[in-house]
């Protein structure tokens, strides 16, 4: 299994290879790298697809409690993983919380950004009253392991109603360490607004959201797309929070169209 040492860590990493221009692709909250299997299939033929696991994630996750981390953190993370693998520049592509490390990546490294496909992602912050839920959630969790009533409930949330990957992901929810899954909660609900920020980030952009995410509505992909000077937005008919691996078709044709133009 591949893994670079970077910043103290070893970040688990897949990598197709090759002199082509480079993806990298950065997972959302509870997933891992394998998230964008599809993405990476469609793509890896024509472009150096790159996914990992950030911290407290899939492979990256140890058995020891990590250090408290910010999204800057996991940019840092992502910039030497690039460092690691000899690549000057990549187009980065995030889902939710992927978006979010993406952004600050563009904020703080920009001459290492190309471009941006921000899938179903904000710049803001978590809608407060979702926060009491999805903390005791989160505890419940973490105390006394994954309860069958609160595995569906999050798969609702992120894969939509009777998606056929909720059976995989609860699998590997289920060996989440209490540790690594509140240093990665903490991490989410203690992140910067930068919404302000969005206007320095001129890399060309691709906001794509599906019209049924229950966790960041529709009004945020456009909030994120108005104000980030050159980006498009594509809306994906009846996909949730992983529109990208619940309706790959739409999500991949529309990254597609984009990277012609824009990778």
């Known amino acids: 299994m591949p893994f670079a040492s970077v910043n103290g860590q070893d970040v688990f990493y897949q990598d197709s290879g090759g002199?082509?221009?480079?993806?990298?692709?950065?997972?959302?909250?509870?997933?891992?790298?394998?998230?964008?299997?599809?993405?990476?299939?469609?793509?890896?033929?024509?472009?150096?697809?790159?996914?990992?696991d950030q911290r407290a994630h899939g492979c990256t996750a140890t058995g020891e409690t990590p250090a408290p981390f910010s999204y800057y953190d996991s940019a840092d993370d992502l910039v030497a993983l690039l460092d690691y693998l000899g690549v000057e520049q990549a187009t980065l592509a995030g889902m939710s919380q992927g978006g979010f490390l993406s952004l600050r990546c563009?904020?703080?490294?920009?001459?290492?950004?190309?471009?941006?496909?921000?899938?179903?992602?904000?710049?803001?912050?978590?809608?407060?009253?979702?926060?009491?839920?999805?903390?005791?959630?989160?505890?419940?969790?973490?105390?006394?392991?994954?309860?069958?009533?609160?595995?569906?409930?999050?798969?609702?949330?992120?894969?939509?109603?009777?998606?056929?990957?909720?059976?995989?992901?609860?699998?590997?929810?289920r060996g989440w360490q209490s540790h690594n899954l509140l240093a990665a909660f903490?991490?989410?609900?203690?992140?910067?607004?930068?919404?302000?920020?969005?206007?320095?980030?001129?890399?060309?952009?691709?906001?794509?959201?599906?019209?049924?995410?229950?966790?960041?509505?529709?009004?945020?992909?456009?909030q994120l797309a108005e104000h980030l000077p050159n980006a498009e937005r594509v809306v994906v008919p009846g996909g949730g929070h992983a529109a990208n691996l619940t309706h790959p078709g739409p999500v991949t044709k529309a990254i597609e169209s984009f990277l012609r133009r824009n990778g």
């Not at 009491?132 to 939509?160: F, N, R, S, V």
């Not at 991490?187 to 229950?214: F, K």
């Open 106 to 173: 563009a904020l703080i490294h920009p001459q290492r950004v190309r471009a941006l496909i921000l899938l179903d992602t904000q710049a803001g912050l978590e809608n407060p009253d979702n926060l009491p839920g999805y903390k005791q959630m989160i505890d419940t969790w973490a105390t006394h392991g994954l309860p069958d009533e609160i595995a569906d409930t999050i798969a609702g949330i992120i894969l939509g109603t009777g998606s056929r990957e909720t059976a995989y992901w609860q699998h590997k929810w």
């Open 19 to 52: 002199d082509r221009p480079v993806i990298v692709f950065s997972h959302g909250l509870l997933m891992d790298h394998e998230m964008f299997a599809p993405q990476v299939a469609a793509f890896e033929d024509n472009y150096r697809c790159i996914a990992w």
């Open 186 to 222: 903490h991490t989410l609900t203690s992140r910067d607004d930068v919404t302000d920020q969005l206007g320095a980030i001129e890399q060309p952009s691709l906001v794509v959201h599906g019209d049924a995410d229950m966790a960041i509505p529709m009004a945020r992909a456009e």
